[in-house]
Structures are given as C-alpha cells and as structure tokens.
C-alpha cells in the first residue's frame, strides 16, 4: 500500500515537474478548453509580419485549438465551422511587452499617484479589475502581455492561472510577479511606513544582499512569475554590475527566466547593459550612445513610449521620446512595442489606451510594415515564446485577428480589430466580444497550471 502510494506521489510530482518545465506560452495540446472544436478561417488577407508580405485569398483550417493548415485550399477538417474573413486582413495576435493589468491609477481619488492605489485597493479587487483589462486588451488585438509588476500581492499571477486553467478569456500572460529593487522599491515609504506596516510590501520585494537577491528571485518563481523584473537604479544604491549578473544567473537557473531592468539613469543602462540584461525597460536614460551599446550586445529597448495625447504627456517629453526612437531604429536596436499604460483615462478602455501608442509609433518614422513586426515578431520574442506561440503557423496554438484595410501599408488599421481568435476558439466576431466559450465553472484545462 505504502508503495503503491509512493508511485502515485512521484507520479504526481513528476507531471508537476513536467508543467514546470514548460516554457512561457507553452501549454498542453490540445487545451481541452478548445478539444473538438474545427474552423476555416477564410482570410481575405493573409499578412506575414516577419516577412512584411500578405497573400490574397487564404484558408486557414484549426483543429482543437492549433492552426493545422494554411494555403488556397486545405482539407477541411470534419465539422468545421468556416469564419468568412474575406473582407479583412487577417494576422497573428498583438503583443503589448510592458503592461501592469493589475494596476489603474486615476485622477480620482488618488490625483494619479499609484503609491496611494496601494493602500487603497485590495490585491482581491485588482485582480478582479486585472481580468476585466486582460479581456479589453484581447478585444483590441492583443493576445500576448507581458505584465511587469506593480500588481499587489501577484494578482498577476492569478490572472494567468485563471486564463490558463480555463476559467475566463484573457490573453497569454508573461508575468513577473512582485519588482525586486533596493530597499524601497520604487518609492519613498516613510519609515512608519515601511518598518511597521509594510505599506510597501507587497508591491516591491527588497534586495540588497546576494543572499536577498536569490531568495527575491526564488519568491517570485516559487509563486509564478515566467520573468524576472527588477528596479535597477530606483535608488541612489542602484545594483552594481555583479548584482545583475547574480539576477541573471539566478533567473536562468530558476526555469531559464529572463531579467527585465526597470532603467531610469545612464549609469544604470550603462551597468544593465554590460552584464548582459535581457531588456531595458523605458526610454528614459537612453542615448544615442548607450543605443549603440544595446545593439552591439543584443538587449532589448522596451521603451514604453508614451503619445502626447489631451489625456498625458508633454510636447517637450514627447519630443524626447520622439528622437530616441529615431536613435534607437537608426542603431538597428531590436525594440518592442510597450506602453506601461497602467491608468484610467475616462471613456476610454484599457485595450483602446493601449493602441493609441501608435501615435509615438507614427511619429518615429519607422515604416509602417516594420512597426507590424515590431508589434507582432518582435514581441513574441521579447516574451521568449516565439518557439511556441504567436506566429501564424501550422502546429503553433491558433491566436489571429483580423482587422479592415492593410497594416502593412497603414498601420493605424490596428485601430479597429474586427475579429480574435484565442487559442482556437473564437473571443470578438463582427467587432462584438464573444467570450462564452472561455467561461467555465471548474479548470478545465487542468488545476496543475500554476
Ligand atoms: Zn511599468
């Protein structure tokens, strides 16, 4: 009897063991949340990013959720129900590489300042706000986020587990869990603050010791973040060159993660860059020099660039964003589309606050077919998923939308998704969500998914 428990233990924890394993983006197949289910998807427009090209008259057959065949005609797979796209561009999923669903700060009451959200909103309800953002942005094309923190007690985390599990629509979550900074994080608590109540705690873990740095980053594995984000230079003691390489080290140790560095001063890029970090995150501290740099090794410019819109920003600071941009592209810097738009701007949603980025995107100059790709290809691979999820290919999960007119030639076509497709099974048709089919009363797709 004892053996026979043992066997079923290790069983268990070996299929535990196997989820581990998985990389971000990576789940069963198929999901049994889209087992059964067969669509053609008759595509008007069949637009490839990565090469800036499109094919006319294009169908695309999915079979339990995965894309199994793409061309003029396919075998269509039995009981298939044909999606008539032939009007739109159809393309792979949006990503978004810097977001916070957990987090909306607003005018009122907190006259935009996030630290007091903190102490005001419950980590219960923004998780519960996180999943009503997570659908606005699926709605508006985007199927993959990455959510770097600032998410209270990680209703980050929760948010995936719900999506994955199969409880409710939402898109592929890259998430951090709780920022790891120098003490104080990002803010300045007082000392009543901090060392009585916490009030920091949870929205950044403190670090100042290789002995804090491997338990901050074992924490926030242990509880489920698929990358790692630290606060760089926050503070006057920012992390020495040695410390992110620990981080580094740690996070690649810990399921192969990657280390995202909150930047906000030279020195702090300059330092993030040599050890090797996997991206920068905002323009801020960014120079024509140190975007040389970021080429010369690789490393990632997720600059969330913020539009001078009646709703935020400066002539002047756009201007800065405006010409970092233009560096960065003329340096040949991979760079990702990133918004940090983490507030309530009345009358618009979160997918909508979103999408207006392109405005920065317009300004840049970039041409139009290189900002699809930048918005598509380069985020699945600012994510790390790109080997499993995210292109329009057969074998890979069926994420694709569809839009009116030619992103390739305008991408402000963006604006108005039409039609998504999440892992198979159909979220927006005719511009109206239809989530029916990701709600479920139990996990579905398994409660393992953690
Ligand atoms: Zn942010």
């Not at 392109?358 to 077919?369: C, M, N, T, V």
């Not at 694709?400 to 604006?415: Q, S, T, Y």
Request: charged letters at 20%; proline letters at 6%; a neutral charge.
């Amino acid at each position: 009897m004892l053996r026979q428990l043992l066997l079923i233990f290790g069983l268990l924890l070996a299929l535990e063991l196997a989820a581990e394993a998985q990389q971000p983006g990576a789940l069963p197949n198929p999901l049994p949340s889209s087992a059964g289910t067969a669509y053609v998807v008759r595509a008007g427009r069949l637009i490839d990013p990565e090469s800036g090209t499109a094919v006319a008259n294009q169908m695309i057959a999915i079979k339990d959720g995965r894309i199994v065949e793409i061309g003029a005609s396919v075998s269509i797979p039995p009981g298939a129900e044909t999606i008539d796209l032939s009007l739109y561009s159809v393309l792979p999923g949006l990503v978004d590489a810097h977001n916070h669903l957990a987090l909306t700060y607003k005018k009122v009451p907190e006259n935009d300042i996030y630290y007091y959200t903190y102490i005001q909103e419950s980590t219960a309800l923004r998780a519960i706000q996180a999943a009503s953002n997570g659908m606005q942005m699926l709605s508006s094309g985007f199927t993959v986020v990455r959510d770097l923190g600032n998410n209270g007690l990680y209703a980050d985390t929760a948010l995936r587990q719900a999506i994955e599990q199969g409880w409710i629509p939402g898109p592929t979550l890259i998430n951090s869990g709780i920022i790891i900074g120098g003490s104080g994080g990002q803010f300045y608590p007082t000392p009543e603050m901090y060392k009585e109540h916490n009030i920091i705690y949870p929205e950044y873990l403190d670090a100042d010791t290789p002995d804090e740095i491997i338990k901050a980053v074992r924490q926030n594995v242990l509880f489920g973040a698929k990358v790692i984000k630290i606060c760089v230079d926050c503070k006057p003691y920012a992390y020495s060159v040695e410390d992110m390489k620990l981080f580094i080290r740690e996070a690649a140790n810990a399921g192969g993660l990657k280390v995202a560095g909150h930047v906000q001063t030279q020195e702090g890029a300059r330092r993030a860059i040599e050890a090797g970090i996997w991206s920068i995150e905002h323009d801020t501290a960014l120079t024509d020099e140190l975007h040389k740099l970021m080429a010369k090794k690789g490393i990632w410019r997720v600059g969330t660039e913020t539009p001078f819109t009646e709703y935020r920003g400066t002539q002047e600071r756009f201007d800065h964003t405006v010409q970092g941009m233009k560096s960065a592209w003329a340096n040949g810097v991979k760079m990702a589309f990133s918004t940090d738009a983490d507030y309530y701007v009345p009358g618009m949603n979160r997918g909508q606050v979103v999408i207006n980025f392109l405005k920065s995107w317009k300004a840049s100059g970039i041409p139009d077919k290189e900002i699809l790709k930048i918005m598509t290809v380069n985020g699945y691979k600012v994510c790390d998923i790109y080997d499993t999820r995210g292109p329009v290919k057969p074998g890979f999960p069926a994420d694709m939308i569809a839009v009116k007119g030619n992103p390739l030639e305008d991408v402000a076509a963006l604006r108005s998704v039409v039609f998504v497709m999440k892992d198979g099974l159909v979220f927006k048709r005719d511009g109206v969500m239809t989530p029916e089919r990701f709600l479920h009363g139990g996990p579905v797709n398994g409660w393992r998914i953690h």
